[in-house]
């Protein structure tokens, strides 16, 4: 290792070069603390005379990305980070590891620790600056990681298949087909060749994200396994859950088998052939020899307990067979309920596969309407995804349900198993029959149910409770993470306190002008420019403008400062509802604190509450308690809202250029000093 000295570009006294070091940050929850501690690095090294790189693994990316020149290059790596990041390609560096906070508060510290770091063997090691939770983060992220790789061979394979049964398909004794060797079967085999390999996928990539590429194979073949239960001598595979557990136990088991130390001769064939082959053969054997069997007898005993239950009240009969079906959505607990109801049809029973046939489409339909009539509360993927659900569902494709339930298992499978007992409760009491194995609307479009009418009521009761029960679930669980916590405006004071309460005059009397006055609070707003007047440039694409400027907040919480500034920002007639606007960006603060230190909070929220991007500033003399890392209390707040629909990264964006320049402390001094709002204004504009 080489010690600074001198200026940038020259030798030192002692005629050695300056020390040369590379970084990563990053932050899981956002992009703020991610380019602030890029920043603090930075500027730490120029005051000690080092050069060095940062590469930032923010929300929109990687920017600034590492090359393998800086790499080879460096005489150390520094990574700051709150996740997992790919530190293969420093081996043989000297690496230190710890979290993204102490890139912003400590990084002079970390520039002289790096030089006595540990050098990173040839696979990835443990991090070694961990925080309380971190476990249960990785272990929330993988999971997500499993499910997104997951969603396109849902999407893509049910959709081919439904468009086969559509065009192509015809109902048969043995269910509801297409005829072998012709055009639309082969469009069906294409279709069932996603629906194959999305179970490997979503084990595969959950135990991608632990154990990083040694992982991906025995995540996969695990999946693989997890889904052929005649593996393991059971007549149904164990599904979705199977490929959840399969992808936590490769990952798990690779992170520990990288901790065996080696031969330094075997290390560099660890990665590619050890691991794999070792944990690959592992987890197979475990699944089908420990696991399995398990599988295997509850197939077998559930199969023997419904067969006594033949002689009971339908409608009991019916509500466990929906509880059944939609449980584990293609594994050993549904497929036994199926299978049951499909025996009974040989006999002359159809009412079995009627109750069947009811609950099958009810979770892919009851999660494609939740989307539908909440959509506030999800993604847009997860939107996409429940269009797709839709389609799915019409044609008895329970598997449309499986990315939801995957993300959000403690929400989904209880809405979907009780929509699934009312459909089933229902077609059981209206005696309804299915003579085809095969369940959905499509069934009774082609003739093959009697008592259609009570089948269709069936299934539209149980799509509405699925769908009603996760929305509240999923508000229930935004409701108790934001801490059930309804802000307190501010004082109101009326709009026609006027100049006399510090509104400029012209102030219109909408949400943001009421409650300006108090504490020589200004609200602004913009007055058209004088003709032949050019304007100054624009801050932040003129999103933040004179209307969104307080130089005093009233607030003297979080809460209630939040709220405040979404009445201000309601002022520019960009906010459709500010209860809406605050109640996301109170879900936000409970993921994590907005308030980054150094007196800076910047509290965002993405949400259809707002039409456009609308960006407000604030500040505050004596200091908001906003949880900031550092302890310091929130003087100079801004407040980010961006639509859900049309943001894309535009709101992380704006974080990425305010985080970087509010790390400036002569930036912050003009900021805070500033007279009044043109002035602070003008400050602002130096942000590019």
Known sequence: MTSPAGRPGDAGASGRERLKLVAVTACPTGIAHTYMAAEKLQQAAAELGVDIKVETQGSIGAENVLSDNDVREADGVIIAADKEVDRERFAGKRVLSTGVADGVHRPKELIERVRTAPVQEGSVAAADGGAGGKE????YKALMNGVSYMIPFVVVGGLLIAIALALGGHATAEGYAVTPGTFWDHVFQIGALGFTLMIPILSGY????????????????????????????SESGAGFIGAIVTGFLAGYLVLWIKKVKVPKVVQPIMPIIVIPIVATTALGLFFIYVVGKPI????????SRLSGMTGTSAILLGALLGLMIAFDMGGPVNKTAFLFGTGLIASGNYAVMGMCAAAIPVM??????????????????????????????????????IPFAAARPAVVIPANMLGGAVAGAIAGVAGVGDHVPHGGPIVAVLGAVSGVGWFLVAIAAGTVVTALTTNALIEIKERRAAGAVRPAA???????????????????????????????????????PAPGVVEPPEVLSGYLTERTVRTELVSDSKEAAIREMAEMLAGTGNVRDVEELVRVALAREAQGTTGLGESIAIPHAKTDAVARPTVGFARSTEGIEWGAPDGTKA??????????????????????????????????????SAPDAPAVLEVLREIR
Do not use: C
């Not at 249960?136 to 272990?139: Q, T, Y």
């Not at 108090?518 to 602004?524: D, I, M, N």
């Open 206 to 233: 959950i135990a991608y994200a632990i154990g990083d590429r040694p992982a991906l194979v025995p995540g996969m073949i695990g999946g693989f396994i997890a889904n052929t239960g005649a593996l393991y001598d």
């Open 490 to 528: 501010g004082p109101p004071v009326p709009a026609a306190a006027g100049a006399g309460a510090g509104v400029v005059p012209g102030t219109g009397t909408g949400p943001a002008a009421v409650g300006a006055a108090a504490g020589g609070t200004a609200v602004l707003t913009k007055s058209a």
């Open 364 to 401: 892919p339909l009851g999660q494609g309407l939740a989307t539908v009539l909440r959509r506030k509360l999800y993604s847009e993927q997860e939107r996409d995804t429940g269009m797709a659900a839709l389609f799915m569902g019409v044609f008895g494709i329970s598997e449309g349900a």
């Open 296 to 303: 295997s007898w509850v197939f077998e005993s559930l199969t």
């Open 635 to 672: 003087r100079l707040v801004f407040m980010i809202s961006v639509p859900e629909a049309a943001a894309g990264d535009e709101h992380l964006r704006i974080l990425a250029l305010l985080s970087r320049k509010l790390m400036d402390s002569a930036f912050r001094e003009r900021l805070q």
């Open 136 to 139: 249960r983060s990785l272990a």
